[in-house]
Nanobody, 112 residues
């Protein structure tokens, strides 16, 4: 059974940093591309960043380019999202995704 469990969210001031983690189980993690999505209140869910199965290819939404870094550790079955220079508009629930599977989400709130 595929499980994706996010952690690392919280409340941070503008300009601050957070590191999200996604622990995966129930499938061969190293064989799948993985994605981070987010959903802000009243808005559609949007893709934030994607990473290929081996980690060699990464893509970012324009809104986070240069501030967020996606990475993965296939030995630990874990994906990460390092978020720097956070802005209030980054406030959302962040979700880990693999094809049709989703985690429960972790709340990120950027506020002074």
């Amino acid at each position: 059974q595929v499980q994706l469990v996010e952690s690392g969210g919280g409340l941070v001031q503008p300009g601050g940093s957070l590191r999200l983690s996604c622990a995966a189980s129930g499938f061969t993690f190293s064989s799948y591309a993985m994605n981070w999505y987010r959903q802000a209140p009243g808005k559609a869910r949007e893709v934030v960043a994607t990473i290929s199965s081996a980690g060699g290819s990464r893509n970012y939404a324009n809104s986070v380019k240069g501030r967020f870094t996606i990475s993965r550790d296939n030995a630990k079955n874990t994906m990460y999202l390092q978020m720097n220079s956070l802005k209030p508009e980054d406030t959302a629930v962040y979700y880990c995704n693999q094809r049709d599977y989703w985690g429960q989400g972790t709340q990120v709130t950027v506020s002074s």
